[in-house]
């Protein structure tokens, strides 16, 4: 089942009716090799692999194909499974401070440590910044916990809005074994892309 059709790049513009014709069994090594060491275990990976050992035992290039496209789907749908899997991950992080009854002023050194070292840099940080401060400074413990409680107000709105980019980040479109060149593919050429590590065969 050999065809001499050298291997054809799928480019990041690339319709999709056009990208499935580019799909030839030249590339079945390839997408073994990325399918059986690349994908993490589950019921999308499972699929991937029994097309893969189907296309293997194909009796025309026709039927080669059309497995392979059936590997391509059930691929791609594996790695959107993880990226979603690693923004779930990072949407739980621990929060800044109890809850309004809870918050006292003892817990004034961990909240300057998870501000000043867990919150990326933002407008909500800064606030809880100075928040911080004012609490650090305060002249009772009702306005250190008045402060403290617009730490935590903004610590969270600081913590929404960095999950609503780790969420933003999961739609971008991978590079796989079958689309080389899309960001995280072993020919892309641009720089980094949050959420598509890079493919190393």
Do not use: W
Request: glycine share 4%; net charge positive; proline share 7%.
């Amino acid at each position: 089942m050999r065809i001499r059709l050298a291997m054809l790049v799928i480019g990041l513009l690339v319709a999709p009716g056009m990208a499935q014709a580019q799909i030839t069994c030249a590339q079945l090594p390839k997408a073994a090799a990325f399918v059986n060491t690349k994908l993490r275990p589950g019921p999308n990976t499972d699929a991937a692999k029994r097309h893969l050992e189907a296309a293997q035992h194909a009796t025309s290039d026709a039927q080669c194909v059309a497995e392979l496209r059936k590997v391509d789907y059930y691929t791609k749908r594996s790695m959107a499974a993880d990226r979603r899997a690693a923004a779930n991950a990072q949407a739980r992080p621990a929060a800044p401070a109890k809850s309004k009854s809870r918050i006292t002023c003892a817990q004034l050194p961990k909240a300057a440590e998870f501000v000043n070292t867990k919150l990326k840099p933002g407008p909500n940080t800064d606030a809880a910044k100075r928040h911080l401060e004012a609490a650090q400074h305060a002249a009772s413990d009702a306005q250190c916990v008045a402060e403290l409680r617009r730490v935590d107000y903004y610590a969270k709105r600081s913590m929404a809005a960095d999950r609503h980019v780790a969420v933003a980040h999961t739609h971008v479109r991978c590079g796989d074994i079958l689309h080389p060149t899309l960001p995280g593919g072993v020919d892309y050429r641009g720089p980094p892309v949050p959420g598509c590590p890079q493919v190393k065969f």
